[in-house]
């Protein structure tokens, strides 16, 4: 029986086979495989057409909801603007309306000039650049054929593209890493530059022709990449590092962030400037033809390069690693490391580990430690959230895991942020980072509060203002007369404090400077408090970011209403001490708000702001108010799916790209706490969803262990 195909949703397409540099570190041109001599320098008008129409056809047979297709060489922009015009107009009218196109180019950066950016930004490709560190680094290997320094070129190639207009484009640098170079300065001068992202890549190797290792030292690239580690964590994480998320990720259960790590199925294929199809580009390094197919554009499909033998042993997850990677305990982060680096020349092949074994297993547990993630364990109380048993401990590990989420949104913000929009985020941001250094408690509420995420998402896509960061931080410091005032941003007539309340301001606009004596008086509308048991609530409704549920939100509440919230949340509370005694201590733990919603969500609360935050509609029947237990049912509910919400940012329970397992996990924990005890003649449907749900081919070994604990609730 045929296996079932793994999708290919990466396609790194080479347009250009040469280069204008002449690095010794190439694996492209210097290493084992030598086929770029023999291919023609640019690719065809056809075979681009070709590939989109193949990548089209492959999209739309399998339902991918997007695809990736990075333009690649050699240096791709020597392809020129009118080839490369043709590349991205081809791809994006090929995959119209049939899958989300991410284009990318990773480029030297030598040609990249505004001629360049402004076709990239009309076709919205993102650009990535390759860069050594600071000079003395990058000259090392990044040279013309002549011997001159590249270093300013590519410089002033991240000062064009680090401007307002093209910045959305950038999406980091990488950087080759070499053992002689001094880390600290390596990663100084790149941070400098402000990327989104910093991408340290190990030199490519095997074990006929392995890296560069100084005498005496047993883990040289292990060392090198803890001693940025510590200049990065040092200064506050400033920009996120690939390698290390995807470190800390794998250790908690989630993703890996880069190919080179964890168990992914390798989902990449790559089209040279003859229309063959090959594997990694990084399988150059092995010997020559490794990453040879025997397959072109014109006489074969995706589905059949992603059957070929070489595709497949990418696929396997653990159970395609050597029999030492299956039983070491750092496994699932490592992966094995980067499948190109385990060949060695004999019968093994690439059942071997890599060649970087001792640097990744030193690496992973020294990050391990440093974070305080045990290896193996994918979250404090993970199997008691999953069965309903959880005393309030995994709740607040999921706590730590939103401050963390939402700690790198906002570094990220503070990277991308153009100058013209910092003029509050500035002096606000400072003020954050005063907070971090002598009230982590303070820092703490800005980040757990339910609506920053919301805003924070939304910011970066430019859909809200980043003056916004000056309010939350406002909301923290003036109660706590830590400072004499704080410049916020005026809208609609008011300044927001969120969680706080709002200063009505007639008639002023812009920014005004409040004070802690402003937070009171005849102009001031707090949010008001609902202290139902052991809870402490806001009922908060003038928060601007609280619109994050499926569900108009409803304007200030009439004195009337708030007395109708005061009546039955006492009551639900009730029910729900009573009945689910471990649900309650989470949600003593955890819920923070209830934003008052004009219509029911879909049926249940959505908790748009993680389950610190949910979303409810009341609605008496006539002079009735509503059933207590029906609105304790939909609490329950609503918190469970923001748990589920929030767990999912930190471990990778299921391939997300399957729609059918998400929205099966989702309603089946949402409704088993509350099916036999609110609703009796749902429970046996729950318990045929929850079989259909453990027998899905998506779940990943973490998300089985979930349902099975699931399972065990029912």
């Known amino acids: 029986m045929t296996s079932p195909v793994v999708p290919l949703r990466q396609l790194v397409l080479k347009v250009h086979s040469r280069c204008d540099l002449a690095c010794r570190h190439c694996y492209v041109y210097e290493h084992a495989d030598q086929s770029w001599a023999s291919r023609p320098r640019v690719i065809s008008e056809e075979i681009v057409s070709r590939t989109a129409q193949r990548l089209a056809e492959h999209a739309e047979a399998h339902g991918l909801a997007s695809v990736q297709v990075i333009l690649h060489g050699g240096e791709p922009l020597l392809a020129g603007p009118s080839r490369l015009r043709y590349v991205c107009e081809q791809l994006r009218t090929a995959l119209d309306r049939v899958s989300d196109l991410e284009l990318r180019v990773h480029t030297n950066g030598l040609r990249l000039t505004e001629r360049y950016l402004d076709l990239f930004a009309e076709h919205d490709v993102r650009v990535g650049i390759s860069l050594d560190g600071d000079r003395a680094a990058n000259d090392r290997y990044r040279l013309h054929r002549d011997g001159r320094s590249s270093h300013a070129e590519v410089l002033a190639a991240i000062a064009r593209l680090g401007q307002d207009r093209y910045r959305h484009l950038f999406t980091g640098i990488l950087c080759t890493v070499d053992v002689r170079n001094d880390p600290v300065a390596v990663y100084d001068a790149l941070a400098g530059l402000r990327p989104p992202h910093i991408d340290f890549l190990l030199p490519h190797a095997t074990w006929d022709a392995p890296p560069l290792r100084p005498d005496g030292v047993a883990t040289p690239y292990a060392d090198w990449l803890l001693a940025v580690h510590d200049r990065w964590t040092g200064q506050g994480c400033p920009v996120p590092v690939r390698l290390f998320d995807s470190v800390i990720s794998t250790l908690g259960g989630g993703p890996a962030r880069t190919e080179s790590m964890g168990l992914e199925s390798a989902d990449v294929v790559v089209v040279e400037t003859d229309g063959t199809y090959e594997q990694a580009d990084s399988l150059k390094t092995a010997y020559d033809g490794a990453p040879v197919t025997g397959k072109n554009v014109f006489q074969h499909s995706l589905d059949e390069v992603s059957r070929h033998p070489g595709m497949t042993a990418r696929q396997q997850g653990i159970d395609g690693l050597s029999a030492v990677c299956r039983r070491c305990p750092v496994v699932r982060s490592c992966g094995g490391g980067l499948y190109a680096h385990r060949y060695r020349g004999d019968d093994s092949g690439f059942d071997n580990p890599s060649v970087y074994c001792a640097d990744l297993k030193r690496l992973v547990e020294s990050l391990g430690d440093r974070t305080g993630i045990d290896i193996g364990r994918p979250l404090d109380g993970f199997d008691a959230l999953a069965d309903g048993t959880d005393d309030g401990t995994a709740v607040r590990a999921l706590v730590e895991v939103r401050q963390g989420v939402t700690l790198g949104l906002l570094k990220e913000l503070n990277t991308e942020l153009p100058d013209s929009q910092r003029k509050l985020w500035n002096p606000a941001w400072q003020l954050a980072l005063d907070l971090q250094a002598c009230d982590e408690v303070q820092l703490a509420a800005l980040l757990v509060h339910p609506f920053t995420r919301p805003w924070a998402v939304r910011c970066l896509d430019g859909a809200a203002s980043p ?248």
């Open 467 to 714: 003056d916004h960061l000056a309010s939350l931080v406002a909301a923290m410091v003036l109660p706590t007369g830590m400072v004499d005032a704080v410049e916020v941003p005026v809208t609609n007539g008011f300044a927001e404090l969120p969680g706080a309340g709002r200063l009505h301001l007639e008639g002023v606009g812009g920014t005004v400077r409040l004070t802690p004596g402003d937070l009171g008086g005849p102009h001031w509308e707090p949010v008001r408090r609902l202290r139902p048991g052991r809870l402490e609530l806001a009922l908060d409704d003038i928060d601007p970011y609280r619109d994050c549920f499926d569900a108009p939100v409803k304007s200030r509440l009439t004195d009337h209403e708030v007395v109708l919230w005061r009546e039955v949340l006492p009551r639900a509370w009730d029910v729900i001490a009573e009945t689910l005694p471990g649900v309650a201590a989470g949600m003593t733990t955890g819920l923070r708000v209830l934003t008052p919603l004009a219509a029911p969500p879909g049926g249940h609360p959505i908790a748009g702001g993680g389950f610190a935050a949910l979303g409810l509609h009341l609605e008496a029947g006539g002079s009735h108010a509503p059933e207590p237990a029906r609105v304790a049912a939909d609490l329950v509910r609503g918190f469970r799916l923001g748990l589920l919400d929030v767990l999912l940012d930190e471990c990778e329970l299921y391939d997300e790209r399957d729609t059918r397992t998400g929205a099966l996990l989702a309603d089946i924990y949402g409704r088993v706490a509350t099916d036999t005890l609110f609703d009796t003649r749902s429970a046996v449907a729950t318990r045929a969803r929850w079989h259909e749900l453990s027998e899905s081919g998506s779940l990943t070994v973490l998300g089985r262990r979930f349902v099975q604990g699931v399972g065990r609730s029912l």
